[in-house]
């Protein structure tokens, strides 16, 4: 069972304009939400993370938007640039369940420039 | 300061044989997690450590995969009469507390042969 569902598979954007990664959860006692950043042969980096009790964090040119209802969230990179190339991964976990991660099946972004 | 650091970067060994993989977390980070990344499971928790509480063994694909930490710090991934199937990169992530940032190391790249 494929708890968290991520889409597009693949993202091309020119350099200046706006990736958007979007993911959908199944389990309700998700109650972390962290996107991931990896770059070919290197572990996977945190970038940015909400909690359901905010529907929207920025932090940069990253913001995540997070729809509790419709158990949807996504990645927004504004601005985008050439060193933003890399595969993006969404997460859910539940503390209830020690944070383990459930990851999503990561969106490869080229950003052209 | 320093991050995660795991031991070897890459291993490659024939089938059937044992090996094992090290994770030094970050220090004074409680809580330790073992994932695997391979191209057709994505990623994918193995199991979790915190404090000196029984470890959360629930990811765990069979039982040739064990794991320990000793003295609440360095984490060792056995993997005994390894298959094809194992080869994977074998990522390691710590936490100051669970529901905190986790943050992963550079993984071991596990190629069996």
């Known amino acids: 069972q494929q708890q968290v569902k991520q889409s597009p598979q693949s993202l091309i954007v020119q350099k200046g304009g706006i990736s958007i990664i979007n993911c959908a959860y199944e389990?309700?006692?998700?109650?972390?939400f962290p996107w991931y950043q990896q770059f070919p042969g290197k572990g996977p980096a945190l970038l940015i993370a909400i909690r359901p009790d905010v529907s929207e964090k920025k932090e940069g040119r990253f913001t995540i938007s997070f729809n509790k209802s419709a158990k949807q969230f996504s990645l927004h990179i504004m601005d985008s640039q050439p060193g933003d190339s890399a595969t993006y991964f969404c997460?859910?976990?539940?503390?209830?369940?020690?944070?383990?991660?459930?990851f999503g099946g990561g969106t490869r972004v080229l950003v052209k420039p | 300061g320093a991050g995660v650091s795991q031991s070897p970067s890459n291993k490659v060994t024939e089938k059937g044989k044992d090996v094992e993989l090290r994770c030094d977390p970050i220090s004074g980070h409680t809580a330790l997690y073992w994932y695997r990344q391979s191209l057709g499971q994505g990623l994918e928790f193995l199991i979790y450590f915190q404090g000196n509480s029984a470890p959360d063994k629930s990811g765990l694909p069979s039982d040739r995969f064990s794991a320990e930490r000793t003295g609440g710090s360095v984490s060792t991934l056995t993997i005994q009469r390894t298959q094809q199937e194992d080869s994977a990169v074998y990522l390691c992530?710590?936490?100051?507390?669970?529901?905190?940032?986790?943050?992963f190391g550079p993984g071991t790249r596990l190629t069996v042969t």
């Open positions: 389990n309700t006692a998700f109650d972390y």
């Open positions: 992530a710590s936490s100051l507390s669970p529901g905190r940032e986790q943050y």
């Open positions: 997460a859910a976990s539940s503390k209830a369940a020690g944070n383990k991660l459930t």
